[in-house]
């Protein structure tokens, strides 16, 4: 079996989502990780004993590194993608693949021209109810998709934004919640419908964050080819991250999407219900032993010697929101460079939605409606 030599550029807050299913993957072994923080890299090095690298070219000029994973800021998404494409690796970068359209093209041309597969994260799309909506829908039992409706209300702090460097800025964000947390809902609902998008009109606003340049609230309506319209609300200004909802409207019943559940009504009285069961996702237990073997208390150890308190939290706690699926997308990125095909996120994929996002975006600054086809 074909071992991946993997290296990671980002050691911060979503880094064991990737690390710890690539350490539990029989055919990956982690090379490297690179993070420009020393105590983030030397914390990940010591936890995988690996390489760590603070300049992620450095860190490609390595000869044995297959695939990088990139989970940096957003700005850095597409330099960081093209550069790891022009050196020969897979890459698999996290959401979104830009912050512009003409850098997402280059991703795709990049990937081409070097003949590697660039996969994105969109995990949530492997949730099973998810997967159950997709399939009602593809299999044509509901019928025609007729329309559509989004709903995100959550909740960011302004100490969200105050603890980091790059959220809540137009430069290194590229926009915050559409671009960052409405990115997942907004690709769900268009992989639902399927369908080329002609046109976007939307608006944005920052209603309750004054301490960032960038929308916390944002809505609008989504015209496809097929003619159905999809309409959206988006906010980050709830008082908690409420359930996420997608109800799409087809000509056969209804299939809405709640969280991790969905309900799929049939005009006949047939009833689908899916609850995502979670352990289909993470096994807690064997998470929390990863950190009691000997090499991580042998690595925790050194870090406390060196005088690093702790690990962050978010590399100690399994995420417990929407979207741990993360272990099944980068499952089916590495089966698909295995058996030679393509994944089921490719950079192709992706732009579509990063695509959407941008039309939001230049819709809600021109005013005007935006067409994509
Ligand atoms: N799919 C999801 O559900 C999900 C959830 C959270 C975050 N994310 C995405 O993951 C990415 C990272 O988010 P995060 O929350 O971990 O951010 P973070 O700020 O916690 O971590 C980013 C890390 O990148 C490092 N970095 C910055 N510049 C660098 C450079 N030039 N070279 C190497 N390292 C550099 C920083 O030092 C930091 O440690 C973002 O794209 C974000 O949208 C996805």
Redesign the pocket.
């Known amino acids: 079996m074909k071992k991946y030599r993997v290296g990671i550029?980002?050691?911060?807050?979503?880094?064991m989502v990737h690390a710890y299913p690539l350490h539990m993957l029989e055919n990956v072994e982690i090379k490297a990780v690179?993070?420009?923080?020393p105590q983030?890299r030397e914390m990940a090095a010591q936890l995988f004993n690996c390489d760590a690298y603070e300049d992620?070219q450095e860190m490609l000029k390595r000869d044995d590194l297959d695939v990088v994973h990139i989970?940096?800021?957003?700005y850095?998404?597409a330099p960081m993608v093209i550069d790891a494409a022009n050196s020969g690796r897979h890459v698999l970068t996290?959401?979104p693949m830009a912050i512009s359209v003409e850098e997402a093209k280059a991703e795709i041309e990049a990937g081409k021209r070097n003949n590697v597969t660039i996969g994105v994260?969109s995990?949530n799309r492997y949730n099973s109810a998810s997967v159950a909506i997709k399939e009602a829908i593809d299999n044509g039992s509901l019928g025609k998709v007729i329309g559509q409706r989004i709903l995100l209300s959550w909740f960011k702090p302004a100490s969200y934004y105050a603890n980091?460097d790059?959220h809540g800025t137009w430069d290194r964000e590229g926009g915050s919640l559409m671009i960052?947390q409405a990115i997942?809902v907004m690709d769900l609902a268009r992989w639902f419908v399927n369908d080329e998008i002609e046109t976007v009109q939307a608006s944005y606003s920052n209603r309750n964050h004054p301490t960032i340049e960038t929308e916390d609230t944002a809505e609008g309506i989504i015209k496809y080819k097929n003619g159905v319209q999809s309409v959206f609300f988006a906010t980050n200004n709830f008082t908690y991250n409420s359930p996420v909802l997608v109800e799409t409207h087809c000509e056969n019943g209804m299939a809405l999407m709640e969280f991790d559940r969905a309900q799929i009504t049939y005009r006949n009285g047939r009833e689908l219900n899916v609850i995502n069961d979670p352990n289909d996702t993470l096994d807690e237990d064997a998470y929390q032993a990863f950190f009691n073997q000997p090499s991580s208390q042998v690595a925790i150890k050194t870090l406390t010697e060196w005088g690093v308190v702790g690990l962050p939290i978010t590399w100690r706690t399994p995420r417990a929101y929407w979207?741990v699926t993360?272990i099944k997308q980068i499952r089916n990125f590495y089966q698909s460079l295995e058996k030679g095909v393509e994944p089921d996120i490719t950079a192709e994929e992706a732009f579509k939605t990063q695509a959407l996002i941008m039309a939001i975006y230049e819709s809600g600054r021109t005013k005007q409606e935006i067409k994509l086809h």
Not at 9 to 15: E, K, N, Q, R
Not at 34 to 37: L, M, R, S, T, V
């Open positions: 550029i980002g050691c911060g807050a979503i880094f690179c993070d420009i923080k983030a992620y989970l940096t800021p957003h850095l998404h996290e959401k994260i995990q980091s790059w960052d997942h979207g993360h």
